[in-house]
């Protein structure tokens, strides 16, 4: 039991540069959640999905965008990447939603210059 | 604005020491939630609470709803304890309720 995955765990890239961040659970869990951690600031949701085939904004969602692909996985996409968005990003994942006890994946730092 | 506020942000404690982390919050919750985030950047859900006290070992929780306020205790504590403790409080709107996450406490434990 893997329990929530996250890739890659670093990446650099370069301004207007895209990328999507991957992450995955295999707790059969209906609701996962992308934040984003900034220094001297509290976790950020940035995009949320109560289920398969749903995604709603969270706090933070200017440029990214989101994919819940199956109950397994949800992406972040960053299409044009900015400094701003340098940041460590943390997926999550809750079993009922509510929201219940979080499960965190391991987080991706990524710096954008 | 952030509804979820800890105090202190920086606590450093001599191994052995009772420690207590203040959470309090400004909205009207079902339950508050406490994480730890470990140096390496990994982050645990401890409790999830709604009413008393809890207890996981030498962590215990502790809330007062009518209060707005919640108290993570570390009882005997131990260079291992250093880490970053967050609480959270669940916004609800919409069709669901999400975390509004404290900025945490750091947490360092001196042998």
């Known amino acids: 039991n893997a329990g929530v995955t996250q890739t890659p765990k670093f990446q650099v890239l370069k301004t207007g540069q895209s990328m999507t961040l991957q992450c995955a659970q295999d707790?059969?869990?209906?609701?996962m959640y992308w934040y984003r951690q900034d220094p001297g600031m509290g976790l950020r949701l940035i995009y949320y999905s109560a289920s398969e085939g749903t995604t709603d904004k969270g706090e933070v969602p200017n440029g990214y965008n989101v994919s819940r692909l199956n109950k397994r996985e949800f992406s972040l996409r960053l299409e044009s990447a900015a400094p701003s968005q340098t940041s460590v990003y943390f997926c999550?994942?809750?079993?009922?939603?509510?929201?219940?006890?979080?499960?965190f994946g391991p987080g991706t730092r990524l710096t954008v210059t | 604005k952030n509804e979820v506020e800890q105090s202190p942000q920086n606590l450093t404690a001599q191994e052995g020491e009772f420690i207590t982390i203040n959470c309090s919050y400004s909205?009207?919750?079902?339950?508050l939630h406490w994480l730890q985030q470990h140096p390496g950047g990994g982050i645990v859900s401890l409790f999830m609470?709604?009413?008393g006290k809890k207890k996981h070992g030498r962590l215990i929780a502790t809330i007062n709803i009518q209060e707005k306020h919640s108290s993570l205790h570390i009882t005997a504590s131990h260079p291992r304890d250093s880490a970053v403790y967050i609480c959270a409080a669940p916004v609800y709107g919409g069709s669901q309720g999400n975390l509004i996450f404290g900025k945490g406490t750091k947490l360092s434990v001196k042998p």
């Open positions: 609470l709604s009413s």
């Open positions: 909205v009207g919750i079902s339950a």
């Open positions: 999550a994942s809750d079993p009922r939603g509510t929201p219940g006890e979080q499960y």
């Open positions: 707790m059969n869990h209906n609701s």
